[in-house]
Structure formats: structure tokens, C-alpha cells
């Protein structure tokens, strides 16, 4: 039997992986037109390609993409579904005070691969008065609590992001949240929201189309669309945020199951076209499996807990 043939079968068998009679499943918890919602639809493509069978996404979206989590972490176990995992929801939501989160990420939830890591850019709209990091932040000085931040939603990596801006530079910024990333790009094309600091796949074509104009860029790695892009931490030394997406599953998950996904989704991230749209799309494609995944989730837990600690935030 042929490997693909093999993962097809592995992926099919009831009660060891994904249950048949429901098919696959990726629940994404943001909106479409996001990244969160781009990787769930290439890496289910892929997987598709690779297997022989449909992996269907669906799009459950709000706080911060734990209404999906939920979804997943209280569904059943049997390995017919699996959770879009961003790092927003498995490392900053359950380590902000006050949360009250319908379920656990750091127990109900299990690793079962990562697939990309992304960069994070601010951006402001194209029409809008601010060339720069440095005229918005000299904005806001002038004007206390007149800039605003767009987020996808309270908790969010953009939400602490922009906290930490105002934190670290001095500023009272006024926080915009959204159900989602792209709503909040367009309310920032739209010159209703001054500024949106998030993965830069939510805005690379708005960027390119000339809708958003990139301020900066809010890691070191970036990427080579924009290689000479400045730099956040030029104009805030010490702020540098990057970010991930990944496959979880519910606890209980059969560990034969996981295997069966991660060695799927290893598969289809050897295809160039899926590896060449996530690049395409501000996205680094890496596979980590199950202990490297959850090594990375526990570093960035403690670092974006002390970001929360040092902000002072809470989600009440």
C-alpha cells in the first residue's frame, strides 16, 4: 500500500482517527479573509490533496477564537476534528487575569502540529495622515486618547500588542476590538480606526493594492516582500512580536489519531504551490509535531504572560 493510500485509509478509520460518518474537520475561529482563516483552508486543502479525502472548514468566530475552541474541546475526541490553533488563543487568553474563558487551551486542548510562523506589521490607512511610526506615536503624544487601535478582539495578540506600544512608548491609545482581523483592516482602509498591528498575511494585499500603508514591521525575521521595511523596535526599542498557526485537538484525542494528522499535514506541507502561498502571504511554512509544538506554546505563554504583567492588562 502506497504511503497516500496508507494516510488516506489511517484518516478514515472510525474510532481511531476521523470518524467517517462526519468527515474532517477544521474549525477556524475567526472570519474568512483572515490568516487564521487562510491557513485552516490551505492546510485542509493540502491535507485533502494528499489523502483523497474532503477536509472541511468551518468558520466559528468571537472572543478571540475561543467560541472554536470551545467547539473542539467539547466535541467529540474520536480525532474527526481539529482546531485551527493560533497563538493568540493558545498562549495570551489563558494567561490574562480576569478571563473568563469557556474552556482551558493549556488542558483541553492538545497539540497536534504547527504549520506556519508569521510576521506581525503596523499598519495605518493608505489616505490617512501618518508616513510613519514616528509621526503616529508624536500624534498620539500631542493628542492623549485621540489614536485608535484596531484589534481582533479583546485578549488578542493585536490587542496586547497595542497595549505594549502604548505601555513601552508612553501613550494613552484608545482600543478598537473586532470580530477578526479583516474587519478591523477594513475599518482601518476606512479611516475609522488609526492604526492595526497584526499578521501580516491579514494585510498583505491591502498593503500591496494600496489600500494600508506599513509603518513597520514587529519582528526581526520579517519577510522578503518587504525586507526593507522599518522596523518596530527602531521606534520602541524592545518591541518585537511574531506569531504562529497551528492544528490542536481536543483532549482525550487517541494519540494514534494525532500521529495520523500530523504525518497528513507533514505530507502536504512538502507541496511547493501550498508552500509558496503561505510565503506569499507574510507566512514561514514549518512542521512541528506534537512535543516541539507544545515546548513552543509553553515559551510564549511565559512571555506573553509577563507582557500582560508588565502592561497591566486584564479582561475585565
Not at 478598537?176 to 482602509?189: E, F, K, Q, S, T
Amino acid at each position: 500500500m502506497s504511503r497516500l493510500l496508507l494516510l488516506a485509509t489511517l484518516l478514515l478509520t472510525p474510532g481511531l482517527a476521523l470518524a467517517q460518518e462526519r468527515g474532517p474537520r477544521i474549525i477556524v475561529g475567526f472570519a474568512p479573509g483572515g490568516t487564521a482563516d487562510l491557513v485552516g483552508r490551505l492546510i485542509a486543502e493540502g491535507i485533502g490533496s494528499v489523502t483523497g479525502t474532503r477536509v472541511v472548514v468551518e468558520n466559528r468566530t468571537g472572543a478571540n477564537g475561543m467560541i472554536a475552541a470551545e467547539a473542539v474541546a467539547r466535541g467529540p475526541a474520536d480525532g474527526s476534528t481539529l482546531l485551527q490553533c493560533p497563538m493568540g488563543t493558545m498562549t495570551i487568553g489563558p494567561e490574562m487575569p480576569g478571563a473568563n474563558l469557556p474552556v482551558d487551551p493549556r488542558t483541553d486542548l492538545v497539540p497536534v502540529a504547527n504549520v506556519a510562523l508569521s510576521s506581525y506589521g503596523a499598519v495605518t490607512g493608505a489616505r490617512g495622515p501618518y508616513q510613519n511610526m514616528g509621526e503616529l506615536i508624536a500624534a498620539a503624544r500631542a493628542r492623549p486618547g485621540s489614536i485608535t487601535y484596531a484589534s481582533a478582539g479583546v485578549g488578542s495578540a493585536q490587542h496586547l500588542t497595542g497595549a505594549r506600544l502604548a505601555a513601552m512608548a508612553g501613550l494613552e491609545l484608545v482600543h478598537v476590538p473586532y470580530r477578526g482581523a479583516a474587519p478591523a483592516a477594513l475599518d482601518v482602509i476606512a479611516g475609522r480606526a488609526d492604526l492595526l498591528i497584526t499578521n501580516l498575511g491579514d494585510v498583505m494585499r491591502q498593503i500591496q493594492g494600496g489600500e494600508l500603508r506599513l509603518l513597520a514591521l514587529a519582528d526581526a525575521q520579517g519577510v522578503p516582500e518587504f525586507a526593507n521595511a522599518p522596523r518596530l523596535s527602531q521606534t520602541v526599542p524592545g518591541l518585537e512580536v511574531a506569531g504562529w498557526f497551528g492544528l490542536c485537538g481536543p483532549r482525550g484525542m487517541p494519540p494514534a489519531a494525532i500521529q495520523r494528522w500530523t504525518e497528513a499535514t507533514a505530507q502536504a506541507l512538502q507541496d511547493a504551490t501550498l508552500r509558496q502561498r503561505l510565503l506569499e502571504n507574510g507566512l514561514t511554512p514549518l512542521i512541528e509535531g506534537p512535543d516541539a509544538f507544545a515546548a513552543r506554546m509553553q515559551r510564549d505563554r511565559a512571555g506573553w504572560a509577563e507582557a500582560i504583567r508588565r502592561a497591566n492588562i486584564r479582561a475585565d
